[in-house]
């Protein structure tokens, strides 16, 4: 099953948190972190799969590996599309390509609600984030992976608010100067 | 009032870069306010604020009780929002979850779909096992709701709630599998089903048996390719108990293997015909032959298909699986697997590590750990200060703060995946893991694939060279933190075991650890940044205390043992040196076949003078261990002092005259008593207990009498005893009574030519030695001398075969030092000291023919038992701390294991589990009958008691009602929390239709029939609560 879904920026700012275990918060954000130091160092030819973060790894050495399967999360799955992170981190019941699918079709699934979706169409919609979510996985179980139906599910609980005007593309919000998000954070 | 909603909480904090903190404190501030009002659109819009934070990592469990009153609003759009925030910020300990469960029932139950779909998906995140009762009898009509969208979304839930209380599955089986059966039914749902199916099966498989002709109808059927990747994966579970599956699954397997054009499916079929078992089912026929060839064939397809990286990381992962069953299949792709050690992609590494730990053996083993050592040792060291990218976010925290690149978040999403490029660094824990992997491998099965164990030792001393630093501890923690963590101790270890259990390559080995301990060489020996590897020493301490009679120069080993810096190494290794100091000087000491003369006993009291200057600061040492050795061995070290000087010494060249005893006899004594031999894990507790052994009486009855009488005695006269027995000779002792022990300070102050004395005898030990040495050069030279890799310093003087290599590396070296990053081979020539007189070569057999080595074995008692198993070479410290640690993010289905599914076919078992559910669910009905009944009587008094105590007193729970009333939750809670918790609170939460477990439990400790007798029993005690809060009241 899917132990958790993750959004996060070239920051490591997170725009969506779902985990289908309850979790400390403090917690949340250390997991968040370290699977951002992960995801962030990887270079352009990499695979898709990440090693297991420091917090998952010391709970994974105890798994017996006499069944095939178990309730340890051993596979962080991630994609990087433009500005955003998509992570899965899921037991081993789950197919690591079909994941791969999976973060597609959520990303499809949202382009399709936002329209040439983009990293502030969710910052200012974090609820139809969830709601996509929501109609994709229930408690960690996958129910759905037909991009039209999770969208017209996520249509069917009410208008996809667009962004705010003022929010346009080529806004008139200027706060350039800063490339990709690196150097910001080493002042920080 | 100003408000802000979501949007302007965002806007706000781009505008307040810099000092988000403080804006967000404000806005949480505000939102606290605003949450307590009565509009719900303002309720709401602050919850989703708070929500929206929550995500960055600031509390609002304080906000629970909101977002049950939003949760229970009317409107969709605040419902919406609230169970949103439920999902994200209930926690286990979250109080408010009694209350929600009315909530979800209610919503369950609401007739709008989308409605339904908000408890659908927030009950996976709330669902705790005494809801999970109650709820399940609203959920399981909506597996026939009429919108597919809720069914599959229903059977998702009803998983998890099977997680959290197993028996709910019982009911609730049956109406999922007529789902699955369903041939009309929506494939979303029977998609959804499969994937539920799939998480339950591998905890019993033998229980869906049963579905078995149905999953394969549809796998047959295909078209979706989703759900046959969870079928494949179901079945590969299913047909190690049913073997009859194999045949059945094979043909349409290899169909899809062959057609589809799915990575993801025909990776997931291959998977599945190796883990399910059926390669090894249909091996030896054309037809198993086939598949094996087919399935390796296209994993070696996709490890060698260019730039697709993740298919090569998938197939290493099926390499890995096929390669405890089929190693030779695996062995035969060892080019391309190899290949990936190298890979860039540390995922790629890392799992091309654990791959080739399974196919190492006797031969490939050189070859795999000298590409890793390369690995090693050409990527530098990090030092702790390297990574600033590495922690920056671990050391602040994630902060939202402004988005200072707008164009960056507008960046379309679509097009493709975007990666950044640069090559990643070589992490810490890499480096770690790739050494501990190295280690195993060469110690797997007592160390069989390992032929030439000077190599092994090598290798060792060079991954001390590579070994990343661990974390600096200060002195007061130290003791705390687990030091067997740490990678220099585990090349320590394998060094130990080596010594113990080869003893061929026992003095090579002790040479090794006494180059470690060596304090002159040890920039030479660890790494030059960091404190990397230091944790050898103790195993290097120890080895060369304990067979210090292979010590080729003990002397200076005592020097460095000795040394002021060892004061500072970690108190277990300070341990460990103070325990080796006394052996090696013993065996300086102990020769009886030398006369006592003037230059020996003045080298000795020397030598003893040292020890015990080195070991006197140390008998105040924080560490108890530390502490205890030092005195100890201050004391014997002292008595032996005043042995020495006390024995009379012969003349230079005259007769021979007897050292002392003390050192002679007695210091050997403590520590050559017996071999010690490695000795299995558990066998110790076969030893049988002696039957005569009695542990109860005491050995002396008059222990107290005796201890007071020592006492008062004090030590002297006892002492002189003790010591006339070890130090008389030859009956010639002298003046030992009124000596008092002189501070080994002031000794090595006095003004004798024992420094002289000390030099001559290290040069004397250097010049006995250099035999030792020269043998062994010359030995390596004579193996290796057609070894391309072996390098020799002084290959012009000697006699080996002068190498390309060798050349190049001479060349290099007749410059500067020997520079190790430029050796193409991981194969060094570690000696270096001193010079190498010609002859002594002694011929040996040269290294092609493969030494028959013996290595020992543990000891054990009988037959060994699990326990004794090998792993406790390299790495004996997981399963303890770690499986309490166990739970991150992992959900524990483990008590779906013991719950059978099964539909009773004939098994007597199970008829007596039906009887058993029979008999619970009358009990149940009855235990509904009564509570019931409890209920109407309790509020009805409740109504009374409250007319009668409506004015002052009860201020405090009637406010509490007050609010949940608001709230819009059953009035039964709001009256449970009024109360307070307590035995009645399981009663009162107690529904119309399902008994809560707490007072199922309590009903089957009872005898049966009682049930009656309970009822009134329930009554009677909610009477009584009840009058006692009448009666406070009517006090008050």
């Known amino acids: 099953m899917i132990n958790a879904v993750l959004v996060f920026n070239n920051a490591g700012q997170p725009r969506l948190t779902k985990f289908y275990t309850q979790l400390e918060t403090s917690v949340q954000q250390r997991l968040i972190s370290e699977i951002f130091t992960l995801v962030a160092n990887r270079p352009n030819s990499a695979c898709n799969f990440l090693p297991l973060p420091p917090l998952l790894a010391n709970s994974s050495k105890s798994s017996t590996p006499t069944t095939p399967h178990n309730d340890t999360p051993s596979l962080v799955t991630y994609r990087h599309y433009a500005t955003l992170y998509f992570i899965v981190i899921s037991t081993s019941t789950e197919s690591p390509l079909a994941l791969l699918d999976l973060i597609q079709v959520f990303v499809q699934a949202l382009d399709g609600l936002f329209e040439n979706v983009c990293e502030l169409d969710l910052i200012f919609n974090f609820e139809t984030l969830h709601a996509t979510l929501g109609e994709m996985i229930v408690g960690g179980v996958v129910v759905e992976t037909q991009l039209d139906k999770v969208v017209d599910g996520v249509k069917a609980q009410g208008t996809v608010a667009k962004r705010p005007v003022n929010e346009g593309k080529g806004g008139g919000l200027n706060f350039g100067g800063f490339g990709r998000g690196d150097g910001v954070w080493t002042g920080r | ?1036």
Not at chain 2, 428 to 456: A, G, H, K, P, Q
Not at chain 2, 717 to 739: F, H, K, L, N, R
Request: charged letters at 30%; glycine letters at 6%; hydrophobic letters at 35%.
């Open chain 2, 1 to 1036: 009032m100003f408000e802000k909603s979501l949007y302007d909480l965002i806007r706000g904090l781009r505008n307040h870069k810099g000092k988000e903190k403080e804006y967000i404190n404000d806005s949480i501030k505000e939102c606290r306010k605003e949450i307590r009002s009565n509009d719900m659109d303002l309720k709401s819009t602050a919850l989703m604020k708070l929500t929206y934070l929550e995500m960055f990592g600031h509390d609002m469990s304080w906000a629970s009780f909101n977002v049950l009153e939003v949760m229970s609003s009317p409107k969709y759009r605040h419902k919406r929002t609230g169970y949103l925030a439920a999902v994200q910020s209930f926690r286990r300990d979250t109080e408010v979850l009694m209350l929600a469960e009315n909530q979800l029932k209610k919503d369950i139950s609401s007739p709008t779909p989308t409605v339904i779909s908000l408890p659908l998906g927030a009950i996976p995140h709330v669902i705790n096992p005494s809801m999970a009762n109650s709820v399940l009898s609203d959920l399981l009509p909506r597996l026939t709701h009429s919108h597919p969208v809720i069914r599959k979304k229903t059977v998702a839930t009803l998983y998890r709630l099977a997680l959290v209380y197993p028996e709910t599955l019982r009911p609730a089986w049956p109406k999922i599998k007529e789902r699955l059966q369903d041939d009309n039914e929506n494939p979303s749902v029977t998609a959804a089903i499969v994937n539920v199916v799939c998480e339950l099966g591998w905890r019993r498989p033998q229980d869906f048996l049963p579905l078995a002709p149905r999953l394969f109808d549809l796998l047959v059927e295909g078209g979706n390719n989703w759900m046959a990747i969870k079928l494949i994966k179901l079945f590969a579970t299913l047909t190690p108990v049913e073997p009859r599956l194999i045949k059945k699954l094979l043909p349409p397997l290899t169909k899809i293997i062959r057609e589809t054009g799915a990575m993801s499916l025909l990776y997931e079929c291959i998977n599945g015909i190796i883990q399910g078992g059926i390669l090894e089912a249909v091996e030896g026929t054309a037809e198993g032959d086939e598949v094996a060839r087919l399935c390796v064939g296209k994993l070696r397809g996709m490890m060698v298909i260019e730039g697709d990286a993740n298919l090569k990381y998938v197939a290493l992962l099926a390499f890995d699986k096929i390669v405890r069953s089929h190693p030779y299949l695996v062995a035969q792709q060892q080019d391309v697997i190899l290949e990936c050690i190298d890979d860039p992609d540390i995922s790629i590494r890392m799992r091309a590590l654990d791959l080739v730990v399974g196919m190492v053996n006797s031969e490939n083993l050189t070859a795999i750990v000298g590409r890793l050592m390369r690995q090693l040792r050409n990527a530098p060291i990090a030092s702790a200060t390297d990574g600033p990218n590495n922690d920056r976010v671990r050391n602040t925290g994630v902060v939202p703060y402004a988005e200072e690149d707008d164009s960056d978040a507008e960046e379309s999403l679509q097009p493709h995946e975007q990666r950044s490029d640069q090559p990643p660094p070589l992490p810490e824990d890499y480096r770690v893991s790739v050494i501990r992997r190295i280690l195993d491998m060469c110690s797997r099965d007592t160390y069989s694939n390992i032929t030439d164990f000077e190599w092994y030792l090598d290798v060792l001393i060079q991954l001390v060279r590579v070994s990343p630093a661990t974390k600096a501890v200060s002195a007061a923690e130290e003791d705390d933190i687990e030091q067997t963590d740490d990678i220099g101790a585990g090349i320590g270890r394998e060094l130990q075991n080596v010594a113990v259990r080869v003893k061929s390559v026992r003095s090579e080995a002790v040479d090794t650890a006494q180059s470690l301990v060596f304090v002159d060489k040890r920039d030479q020996m660890f790494p030059s940044s960091g404190n990397g590897g230091q944790g050898v020493l103790e195993y290097a301490g120890w080895l060369v205390g304990e067979y210090a009679i292979y010590l080729s120069s003990p002397e200076p080993v005592l020097n460095s043992l000795l040394h002021s810096t060892s004061v500072q190494l970690p108190s277990r290794t300070l341990a460990v040196y103070l325990q080796a100091i006394p052996k090696v000087f013993s065996s300086l000491a102990s020769n009886d076949q030398i006369s006592w003369t003037p230059e020996r006993q003045t080298l000795m009291s020397l030598l003893m003078a040292r020890i015990i200057h080195f070991l006197e600061p140390l008998s105040t040492h924080p560490s108890l261990e530390v502490q205890e050795r030092a005195v100890e061995y201050l004391e014997l070290m002292r008595l032996a002092a005043e042995a020495a000087t006390g024995t009379a010494t012969g003349s230079e060249h005259g007769d021979f005259t007897d050292p002392p005893l003390l050192l002679t006899q007695a210091l050997p004594a403590l520590f050559t008593a017996a071999e010690l031999n490695p000795v299995a894990r558990g066998a110790q507790h076969k030893v049988p207990v002696p039957e005569d052994l009695d542990l109860d009486t005491p050995i002396n009855p008059n222990l107290q009498f005796l201890l007071s009488q020592a006492e008062l005695e004090g030590f002297e006269t006892d002492e002189d005893d003790v010591y006339a027995a070890y130090i008389e000779p030859t009956g010639s002792y002298t003046e030992t009574g009124g000596q008092v022990s002189v501070s080994a300070a002031e000794r090595l102050d006095a003004p004798q030519k024992e420094t002289a004395s000390y030099q001559n005898a290290a040069v004397e030990e250097e010049y006995l030695d250099p035999d030792i040495i020269a043998r062994r050069k010359a030995e390596r030279k004579e193996r290796y001398k057609d070894d391309p890799f072996y390098i020799d310093p002084d290959a012009d003087k000697g006699s080996g075969a002068v190498t390309p290599l060798s050349k190049i590396v001479r060349e290099n070296n007749s410059n500067t030092d020997i520079d190790i990053d430029s050796i193409p081979i991981m194969d060094l020539n570690l000696e270096n000291r001193g010079p190498s007189p010609a002859g002594n070569h002694r011929t040996r057999s040269p290294r092609k023919v493969p030494k028959r080595v013996e290595i020992m074995g543990d000891e054990t008692l009988g037959p060994p038992d699990e326990s004794s198993n090998r792993d406790d070479i390299v790495s004996p410290r997981h399963n303890q701390s770690q499986k309490a640690k166990k739970g991150l993010l992992q959900v524990d289905s483990s008590g779906l294991g013991s719950l059978s599914l099964d539909d009773g076919d004939d098994n007597n078992r199970r008829k007596l589990t039906r009887l058993e559910v029979e008999r619970r669910e009358a009990e149940e009905a009855e235990m509904r009958k009564a509570l019931a009944e409890v209920e109407r009587k309790r509020l009805e008094m409740q109504r009374e008691s409250e007319r009668i105590a409506v004015k002052e007193e009860a201020v405090v729970v009637r406010k509490k009602k007050k609010k949940v009333r608001k709230a819009d939750i059953g009035g039964e809670e709001g009256e449970g929390e009024g109360e307070g918790a307590g035995g009645a609170d399981a009663d009162a939460d107690a529904d119309a239709d399902a008994a809560p477990v707490k007072k199922k439990k309590k009903k089957k400790v009872g005898p049966e029939g009682e049930t009656e007798g309970d009822d009134t029993a329930a009554k009677k005690k909610k009477k009584k609560k009840r009058r006692v809060v009448g009666l406070n009241g009517g006090n008050e």
